[in-house]
């Protein structure tokens, strides 16, 4: 669909006939194709025979089974060597859990004896706002206090000091990882291109697809669930180093050469710092993706927030899902705004901040807070009592959330079901009917064609295999069943972000509202509001559909208001000059112009939505999610990672298509 | 083993001269019994009366977060050592996958049954005065259709990875009916949940022990009773050409863990082969956890004080 829809968008001057009529003409035979699929193809071609498929499955599970129990190194095993790993990572976590969260205690387990309490509450509190103060002044100050007091306020101070715990390692050794790895693209195009593809799985194939071979090499618990975040968090963060490094300007690398830096010199002196700024950008997605995976991280033992947010959706108690859910999302946009103004105060510069500080210097504030943090952490020592929050100080609005679900749902949800019938039968189930009738050596020949027109021999050979991949390994009815609902939900997050996304981007005080909304949407976890959205629509796919637009129409919109908003001035006022009203400025030059990022946006909508896929599957739809949700359940290591690795074929398809018709559509504008 | 002198370290570098106390009493083992929690009432309270148990025995016992079907990787490699509820009707696949590899062990059943069955509201049957005899839910299609599936009834079933052959048993008793599979069991209840506040017709799968049952008014539909024979054999029953024509099988909650604990910790292994309580008993805790929103912690200290004597015959003497 994206790419008639891109195709659409090509001036028609500029095509010859042939090319003119190609898409026509696929269209006009899928249409046949898919009436009677049976009379034109021979059978092999519609369905693929069951001899044809590759147990691919199996040799993967042979594979891992040999890694796990016997591959070795002569000195010491594969095992032995990930445990080691394990022990050395869970170091540091041992410690921020010890500090914030249980104390720190001689033994283990319940004969443990306390020896320090951990970091009262009140410390951390004061922690929280000097820094927020140092960084951002007084607004960042306030945002902190107020994040801080809702965790407190709400019961959810313990559980969030265990997330944060995890958090403050992953991220750092996300943003570590990356950047070391970012740095070693830079210095290598070859490394680079080996790395690239790694990437595209680490940040496609679902955590669940190889989460059992995780465990049995890291052993259960917090190490594995941080291992498994790094794992998720880490590719944004090279692919925005590589980035960055590029973007700084030639004459910073040349004076490098001239002054003879050696390579480390040039790397950690000028090449770091002078892209510090776009280096933080890839700190913030780290931060984002890392929270993101709390809910899974707590299903292997890492605990907190997302433990609570399970426990108390098994019970049905929407309202406390919903604050522990509220409460990752605070933390988020606090680690997320924290870290922003580090970006922006490193933008400034050293010597800037130096000459600005005022009354106390740098070194002589932390010093101080330090202080008066060790003193409060030494009350907390002579009199613990202090350092539990008073239980009649705290509240909670569960109950209210309860009800008004219940007051939708009793009062509206003959309404809502005729709305949702009324989708589902005139949109979801034909598309579904449609996908499914397809013959898949059509698929792969309509795929192929477009990966030629958009992008030449090697992008067509790329798309096939990928193709072939899926049909191979003998999965493509699921992987059509996902086609379908990432399909339609991305339509329809498009058609509902794209307007919202030009909206904003000339009215700045709605672009406020819809920033914090779409915040939210995006670090909120799914499962939090999945099961209201399932009390008002049933299990089924238009449940699922829901879920997906929520949390996809995010990027749709983000892209889009910076698209439209980042038009070159000189052209709008051009615009301006030749009289164009409000709506021509729009549709004869920003929006062609926003185009291809636009369609950026698009693609990162896609790439959420098959993220999504897993959740969904917890709503009961038969697609690929589906089939790596089975694959855990009956430890499958295989089926699990080639279901994976099928939804990062659809990922890297739509993506190198959406990219090679980015690139095109630049070129066509001039903008390149 | 690692962890433990980890902590030493860290410890002894912050404080010095703190004394290690001696254990308790006398146990095998002093590293710690890790017992898995999952996300549902019940398995937090039998795995909490079995880790006090032990501990009121001179064990050391930590609670860990873990998913019921993840843990199995951890219960294969050590990580983790004991699981306290593993239904023969969710879990039976996995268990078996991990005794066969050698490395769990099925410690024995926890006297718990696990019932499943189609089940409907109280309501349901002032509409369907036929219930809950099967037969009667054919002339009751109608009531039980949505838009989707009309003229067909819809019925809610589980998780496809729980299984239960409901396609094949709508088929087999010539049932008017469509299977539709909820994803988990808490979008399940959700869509009960909320039916049961607008006393909308619903016919679904419900488990027990479970909070819902109590909760909720209704009654489990009477198919004809589950034979071995009526899954395998097609004559069996009242379709003579299809198996699967009768209700659901009940299956015993199982005790695993990983198969060292024989003998790093013998003593708390005959402990736990021991434990044992019902289905009734179990149901009581849990809607006083659940329904009453009495803590888990404090629902199991009182069981344990009422319940001396029982949890004193478990340890070995």
Redesign the interface.
């Known amino acids: 669909m994206t790419i008639d829809a891109l195709e659409a968008r090509r001036p028609p001057a500029s095509r010859s006939a042939a090319s003119a009529l190609l898409w026509p003409a696929v269209l006009a035979a899928t249409a046949i194709l898919s009436l009677a699929p049976g009379s034109f193809l021979p059978d092999w071609a519609v369905r693929l025979p069951a001899g044809w498929k590759l147990p691919i499955a199996g040799y993967i599970s042979v594979f891992m089974a040999w890694l796990v129990d016997q591959a070795s190194f002569g000195l010491f095993t594969f095992r032995e060597l990930t445990r080691g790993v394990a022990w050395l990572l869970d170091w540091p976590l041992g410690l921020a859990k010890a500090m914030l969260v249980s104390g720190f205690a001689i033994g283990q387990g319940s004969q443990a004896v306390p020896i320090a309490p951990p970091l009262p509450w009140y410390a951390v509190f004061m922690l929280g706002v000097a820094l927020g103060w140092r960084l951002g002044g007084r607004p960042l100050a306030l945002l902190v206090a107020g994040g801080l007091a809702y965790l407190l306020i709400f019961g959810q101070w313990a559980s969030a000091m265990t997330t944060l715990a995890s958090v403050l390692v992953a991220a750092p050794l996300g943003a570590a990882g990356g950047l070391l790895l970012g740095i070693l693209c830079y210095r290598s195009p070859r490394f680079e291109r080996a790395l690239s593809p790694l990437l595209d799985l680490a940040q496609t194939v679902p955590v669940f697809a190889y989460l059992v071979p995780i465990l049995f090499l890291f052993g259960f618990g917090p190490v594995s669930a941080m291992i498994a975040t790094i794992l998720y968090a880490l590719p944004p963060m090279v692919r925005v180093a590589v980035v960055a490094f590029r973007a700084v300007p030639e004459e910073i690398v040349v004076l490098g050469r001239m002054t003879g830096c050696t390579r480390h010199q040039f790397t950690w002196k000028m090449l770091v710092p002078s892209a510090r700024a776009g280096l933080m950008v890839g700190v913030n997605q780290v931060i984002m993706l890392t929270l993101n995976m709390v809910i899974i991280a707590s299903m292997i033992g890492a605990g907190g927030l997302g433990y609570d947010v399970l426990t108390a959706l098994r019970r049905l108690d929407i309202g406390r899902g919903l604050e522990a859910g509220l409460a990752i999302t605070v933390l988020a946009i606090l680690l997320d705004r924290l870290a922003q103004a580090m970006a922006r105060q490193s933008e400034r510069g050293r010597v800037h901040r130096k000459e600005g500080a005022g009354r106390l210097t740098g070194r002589r504030f932390w010093l101080l807070v330090l202080a008066l943090a060790a003193a409060l952490w030494a009350a907390a020592f002579l009199a613990p009592p202090l350092a539990v929050f008073p239980a009649e100080w705290q509240l909670s609005t569960a109950s209210y959330w309860e009800a008004m679900v219940r007051w939708i749902n009793v009062n509206f949800f003959d309404a809502l079901d005729a709305f949702k019938s009324f989708v589902l039968l005139n949109l979801l189930v034909p598309v579904r009917r449609f996908m499914l009738g397809l013959p898949w050596l059509w698929v792969v020949v309509v795929v192929m064609l477009a990966g030629w027109r958009l992008g030449g021999l090697r992008l067509t050979v790329r798309v096939a295999l990928a193709t072939l991949f899926i049909a191979l390994v003998g999965l493509w009815e699921p992987a059509m069943l996902t086609l379908y609902l990432c399909g339609v939900s991305v339509l329809v997050a498009a058609a509902i972000g794209i307007p919202i996304g030009i909206a904003c981007a000339t009215h700045r005080r709605l672009w406020k509202v819809v920033e914090i909304v779409i915040d939210t949407l995006q670090t909120l976890p799914s499962f939090v509001y999945l099961i209201p959205i399932v009390m008002l629509f049933r299990v089924g796919d238009f449940t699922a559909m829901i879920a997906i637009v929520l949390y996809a129409v995010a990027p749709a919109i983000r892209y889009t208001a910076h698209g439209v908003q980042g038009t070159a001035p000189e052209l709008i006022e051009a615009g301006i000059a030749n009289g164009c009203t409000r709506g021509q400025l729009l549709s004869r030059i920003r929006l062609p112009l926003a185009a291809p990022q636009i369609l950026l946006g698009l693609n990162q909508t896609i790439m959420l939505a098959l993220s999504m896929l897993v959740i969904t599957a917890l709503v009961g739809t038969r697609d690929l999610g589906q089939e790596v949700y089975i694959a855990l359940t009956k430890a499958d290591v295989g089926r699990g990672i080639v279901a994976g690795l099928c939804v990062a074929a659809i990922a890297i398809i739509a993506d190198r298509l959406i990219g090679a018709g980015a690139q095109r559509l630049k070129n066509r504008l001039g903008l390149a | 083993m690692?962890?433990?002198l980890?902590?030493?370290l860290?410890?002894?570098i912050?404080?010095l001269g703190?004394a290690?106390?001696a254990?308790?009493a006398k146990v095998e083992s002093?590293?710690?019994?890790k017992v898995t929690l999952h996300?549902?009432?019940g398995q937090l309270i039998s795995a909490r009366i079995m880790g006090e148990v032990l501990?009121k025995a001179g064990y050391?016992?930590?609670y860990?977060?873990?998913?019921y079907?993840?843990?199995?990787?951890?219960l294969?490699?050590g990580?983790?050592h004991l699981a306290m509820e593993i239904w023969a009707t969710t879990g039976q696949?996995?268990l078996d996958?991990?005794v066969k590899s050698g490395k769990v062990e099925n410690l024995g059943e926890t006297g718990m049954m696990a019932i499943e069955e189609w089940w409907y509201p109280a309501y349901m049957k002032e509409k369907c005065p036929g219930l809950p005899d099967w037969k009667a839910f054919n002339a009751c299609a109608k009531e039980f259709a949505?838009?989707?599936t009309a003229p067909k009834g819809r019925y809610?079933g589980g998780?496809?990875?729980w299984g239960g052959f409901d396609e094949e048993r709508v088929k087999a008793l010539g049932l008017d009916y469509e299977v539709?599979?909820?994803?988990?069991?808490?979008?399940?209840?959700?869509?009960l949940?909320?039916a049961y506040?607008?006393k909308?017709p619903i016919v679904l799968w419900i488990y027990a022990p479970h909070?819902a049952p109590i909760k909720f008014k209704g009654e489990w539909v009477k198919f004809p009773a589950y034979e071995p024979a009526c899954y395998t054999d097609p004559k069996w029953g009242s379709n003579p050409d299809l198996a699967y024509d009768c209700g659901k099988p009940r299956g015993p909650i199982w005790k695993a863990g990983w198969s060292g604990l024989k003998d790093k910790w013998p003593g708390a292994y005959s402990a736990i082969k021991s434990f044992k309580i019902d289905n009734d008993e179990m149901g009581a805790l849990v809607s006083r956890v659940?329904l009453d929103g009495e803590k888990v912690e404090a629902v199991v200290d009182d069981w344990l004080a009422k319940n001396e004597a029982r949890w004193k015959g478990w340890l070995p003497k």
């Open positions: 690692v962890t433990h980890k902590r030493l860290l410890t002894s912050l404080v703190t290690v106390p254990a308790q002093n590293d710690p019994i996300d549902w009432t501990k050391n016992v930590d860990v977060q873990a998913d079907l993840a843990q199995f990787a951890g294969k490699t990580d983790l696949e996995a996958e991990g949505t838009p989707e809610l998780p496809v990875t539709v599979h909820a994803g988990t069991d808490a979008a399940l209840f959700a869509e949940q909320s506040d607008r909308a909070w659940d």
